[in-house]
């Protein structure tokens, strides 16, 4: 994340006897961007304070020197990010404030421990879904004016419902730590179509994202959780690398040309793995939303809404009528092959190539995904450890 230090740090250093937490607060800041976990910025005159103070070490003071002279050209500076810490010397602030785009957490030096300055949390669903999100991430940083950022996380996978544990868990602990998390909304309509949201937001939601939304406390700040707008990561993925990543003759191609066919808006809420059952829509005359949703979209294409087999299942578990065809449990998986290589003899698509893949929508999704993890996760892409 970025820390910006306020002015009233250097001035409060610059006192004949400063505060033994704004001296450990500029330490721990100092550190952390050395070993390349956070970014830092100040203004040129407060750099200049805090690179000659005679309160901390040599180290310390070499690398706010270092920080002083990076900054001119590298372009940095607050508002860049959509989230951000501001460290001011003044006691018992934690709050926040809107800063055009960017939310800015202001807090008080002695809430700069090192927990607070350890790598930010990252969790997810699993490991491979943060394996992709950092994909998106770097294709999203292509565009941008971040050339000289690295992404520095710890990751945690949540291992699907068991999430809200981890997260909750983080939230309420003593040392406080720097967390994003993402969870798929498992929502199968637009939210508009499910009438009045509620105040949590849970509305539509699957069992994990309402679990994790329900245990959140917005109060602390220190921790996101960042909801996809699509149903799940596998909707994330362009269907061409789909294609690009089944052999030419697998029978999962079929289901790559039915997506084909739909549009982007409608590929949002679909179950990548399970598909649409027919028993799902049944009775076709239901004010579900999901059938007020999904009906038209199938008239539209001409599918016959009646089970096309000899024997009609009883429940929607053993139904066999599939209207929307599915890829199953692992075509993520498939598909990372080209993300992620799975060993050495296969080489992953770079991010210029990855980025051709995606339509506009497609591209609005990573974007957005992108510059939250840009804002928790930023580093520096060549550390200065040593001082």
Not at 206 to 211: L, P, Q, R, S
Not at 305 to 310: E, F, G, I, P, S
Request: hydrophobic residues 35%; glycine residues 4%; proline residues 6%.
């Amino acid at each position: 994340m970025l820390f910006v230090i306020d002015s009233s740090m250097s001035e409060a250093v610059n006192q004949p006897t400063p505060s033994d937490e704004v001296v450990i607060a500029l330490q721990n800041i100092a550190s952390a961007y050395s070993e390349g976990q956070h970014l830092v910025f100040a203004k040129p005159d407060v750099l200049d304070i805090l690179r000659d103070c005679q309160y901390y070490s040599q180290p310390t003071r070499s690398i706010y020197n270092k920080i002083f002279n990076r900054l001119r050209g590298s372009g940095i500076r607050p508002g860049m990010f959509i989230r951000q810490l501001e460290v001011v010397a003044q006691p018992q602030i934690f709050e926040t404030y809107q800063a055009g785009q960017c939310k800015v957490i202001r807090l008080s030096a002695n809430y700069v421990n090192n927990s607070l300055i350890s790598p930010t949390i990252f969790l997810g669903e699993n490991h491979s879904d943060l394996e992709l999100y950092e994909r998106i991430t770097r294709v999203y940083l292509l565009q941008t004016d971040f050339a000289k950022i690295g992404l520095h996380y710890e990751p945690m996978g949540g291992f699907g419902d068991t999430i809200h544990i981890q997260y909750k868990t983080i939230q309420n602990a003593k040392k406080k730590r720097l967390c994003l998390a993402i969870v798929d909304s498992d929502r199968d309509v637009p939210p508009e179509l499910l009438g009045k949201i509620d105040d949590r937001k849970v509305s539509g939601l699957g069992e994990t994202a309402k679990k994790i939304a329900l245990a959140d406390k917005p109060q602390e700040l220190l921790c996101e959780l960042l909801t996809l707008d699509v149903r799940m990561i596998e909707n994330l993925v362009p269907i061409a690398l789909y294609r690009d990543a089944l052999p030419p003759n697998d029978k999962l191609q079929d289901t790559v040309k039915f997506m084909e066919q739909l549009e982007p808006e409608t590929r949002r809420y679909i179950h990548f793995k399970n598909g649409l059952k027919l028993k799902e829509l049944l009775p076709l005359n239901s004010e579900k939303p999901l059938v007020k949703y999904w009906l038209p979209i199938l008239q539209k294409l001409k599918l016959p809404l009646t089970c096309q087999r000899d024997v009609e299942c009883r429940k929607k578990e053993e139904c066999k009528c599939y209207l929307v065809p599915f890829f199953g449990p692992k075509i993520l998986e498939t598909a990372m092959k080209f993300i992620k290589p799975q060993d050495n003899n296969e080489k992953p698509l770079t991010d210029q190539e990855l980025a051709k893949f995606l339509d506009e929508p497609l591209k609005l999704e990573w974007d957005k995904i992108g510059q939250r993890i840009v804002a928790w996760c930023c580093g520096l892409v060549d550390p200065i450890s040593g001082g």
